[in-house]
């Protein structure tokens, strides 16, 4: 097998470990230890495209049951490894199966003063895992992918969307969940929600048991009225909550442990409020969504001042180095510095995707409507301006079809829907009509465009568990209705066209 690379020559990078995996068990870097997976080869690769680059790369290549095709897969936060879930999936399936730790290894934070290795994580990484792996695929099985497809979730879905703006012939299909696109300015939100929560230690930071309550209040007052099910304990269209947080209850009572106080009250509007520039007023990003407080990556995190710094501020210390002060950040001048800096490299705001569609290329892009830590609102945004670029939505579906899934936390998870088909575990039938990627497949391989995919809440979020619920999810605009029946069937909804827009909008200085 090693005869078989031992004369390849990998544009820009050196072939570092061959590993014939057999057993059906493959063991970790880690020591931990993933089962059930075909035989494959696995195909370690190190890039530097620039001297400062140092990009890591697996690709897996199984023996027997390769399809034909390729599958990228993204990574998530700062990345600085290699993620082998998606790596595991695509295996699975059958497909050629590419990650990278995106240039960042061994951490984010690390990367001060390495500006060539920002644009690796970027956009370069991806590109160049790309290519790299189509010429492993080729010198492996002697013969090219018929098709390559890309998915990925949160950074994932930032490196989705870098693929059809940069390079939009890497890929015949894209995948883009809770995409970080825009991510000098999501960054700037998770700064604006710390700098609120913090702006009094001890006293504005709300416990696990008070965002509980702030997210139950929201729910319970809009319960039944925007679509959803009398006793869903999520909400189906955000946009249609009418939420004032003057009606969480307070702590002026007798009972003073339950409810919140006036100080926490305040921080918890600023939140609301999103970030705005202090001088201007200009909207720089869009604030968290209204009951996804209490969810995964959610308040907890992003008030927390030893986690949030050390997962999600990493990009101020590579512009302001590593003592900077995030108490004293200028949301106006500041800022402006950071984007000088990074936004041409990082943010993936282009709306103009006519060269993926000329290509002949499909993108899926979802984003569950609980999701705290990359907000539907601006995937949402980022849609409609593609469909302003296009000039209509249906010539955008004619490529591009956006899914919003009620009740879904970041990536997955949630109090509602937490499945649509990428899950590790499957216990429903891979179909198009239950699985997004065998929806994404059949549209670029056979021109049949999703327009329902079933989404499924398993108990606590885990397969093995069985299913909970299911309901069926529509291209934007449209959204699950309750009709009547079983509200745990599907068949109990209907498609449903709600109205298009109706979220907050950065400034057009905010959009690079």
Request: net charge negative; with cysteine.
């Amino acid at each position: 097998m090693e005869d078989m690379f031992k004369d390849a020559q990998i544009m820009g990078g050196t072939i570092t470990n061959i590993q014939i995996v057999s057993t059906g068990d493959f063991t970790l870097p880690d020591g931990r230890i993933i089962t059930d997976l075909p035989a494959f080869c696995r195909v370690v690769v190190n890039l530097k495209p620039t001297p400062q680059s140092d990009i890591h790369v697996e690709v897996w290549l199984p023996h027997e049951i390769w399809n034909g095709r390729f599958l990228g897969t993204g990574n998530g936060g700062g990345a600085g490894f290699i993620n082998y879930t998606p790596l595991a999936f695509g295996l699975r399936r059958g497909y050629a199966t590419a990650n990278t730790d995106l240039g960042t290894s061994p951490n984010a934070n690390t990367l001060i003063g390495q500006p060539e290795r920002w644009a690796d994580f970027g956009h370069r990484a991806t590109h160049e895992m790309t290519v790299a792996a189509k010429q492993i695929i080729r010198l492996f099985y002697e013969r090219p992918a018929s098709y390559s497809y890309f998915i990925g979730c949160s950074t994932g879905g930032q490196q989705a969307l870098m693929e059809a703006q940069r390079y939009p012939s890497d890929y015949n299909g894209i995948i883009a969940g809770a995409p970080a696109n825009n991510r000098t300015h999501l960054h700037t939100g998770f700064l604006w929600n710390f700098k609120a929560m913090n702006q009094l230690p001890g006293r504005t930071t709300l416990t696990k048991e008070q965002i509980d309550l702030v997210t139950n209040t929201a729910v319970r007052q809009n319960q039944g009225k925007d679509g959803g099910a009398p006793g869903d304990n999520f909400l189906t269209d955000p946009r249609k909550c009418n939420f004032d947080p003057d009606t969480i209850p307070n702590c002026y009572g007798e009972d003073n442990n339950y409810g919140i106080t006036s100080e926490q009250l305040s921080a918890l509007k600023q939140v609301y409020a999103g970030p705005t520039n202090p001088r201007t007023g200009e909207r720089i990003y869009t604030p968290l969504p209204y009951g996804s407080e209490n969810c995964a990556g959610g308040l907890e995190l992003q008030q927390d001042p030893e986690k949030l710094p050390q997962s999600l501020l990493y990009m101020f210390k590579w512009v302001f180095g590593a003592d900077f002060d995030y108490s004293k950040f200028d949301f106006d001048r500041d800022l402006d510095t950071l984007n000088e800096i990074l936004a041409p490299i990082l943010n993936a705001n282009n709306p103009d995707l006519n060269e993926m569609k000329e290509f002949g290329g499909k993108i899926l892009m979802y984003t569950g409507l609980s999701d705290p830590l990359v907000p539907y609102q601006d995937a949402l945004h980022y849609y409609e301006r593609v469909v302003q670029a296009q000039g209509s939505l249906a010539q955008t579906q004619e490529f591009f079809r956006f899914f919003l899934v009620p009740g879904m936390g970041h990536c997955g998870g949630g109090p509602g829907l937490n499945d649509i088909g990428l899950g590790v575990f499957r216990s429903v039938v891979q179909d198009s009509e239950h699985d997004v990627f065998t929806a994404l497949v059949e549209w670029v391989e056979h021109g049949k465009a999703p327009d329902t995919i079933i989404a499924t809440a398993f108990k606590d979020s885990f397969a093995p568990n069985g299913i909970s619920f299911q309901r069926p999810i529509y291209p934007y605009p449209k959204l699950p209705e309750y009709v009547s029946g079983d509200p745990n069937l599907p068949s109990s909804y209907q498609g449903v066209e709600y109205e298009r827009g109706g979220v907050l909008k950065p400034a057009e200085r905010y959009l690079i």
